[in-house]
């Protein structure tokens, strides 16, 4: 994709990475996170690029995506876990409450889907910001 181009929703977000073989009489291909030659008898391919498996971690949490299963998430130039792409970015993108976009690394509050600024989360008994003491949290 262009560089400035916007990406859509999230569906074309999501990368399917496979687990791949890589036969020993093979040329070692580089890796995309490391820039090191991958000698391993297995590695992953995402996003048209080849990492060792310890190199495809996700940007936020730096957990290892091979090990969560066979899918990231991409927005902003970031490799994102579900769990992460889902608390920066939401099934939207934006803030539940104002519907403004919500900036990658920006710290969120998420209730069931939804992710909201944190001056935008508020308690519904009382209308005041979340951070009362006299507030009780949703557990999620």
Sequence with gaps: MPAGT???PIREAIDQ???ISQLSREKPRGCAGCNGK???RFMLQALDRYWHEDC???ACCDCHLGRMGSTLYTRANL???RRDYLRLFGVTGNCAACSKMIPAFEMVMRA???VYHLDCFA???CRQRSDRDDCEPVEL
């Design 6 to 8: 916007p990406r859509e």
């Design 17 to 19: 990475f496979p687990l």
């Design 38 to 40: 991958i000698r391993d």
């Design 56 to 58: 495809l971690k996700c």
């Design 79 to 81: 490799i994102l876990c």
């Design 112 to 114: 069931r889907d939804n």
């Design 123 to 125: 308690c519904q008994l």
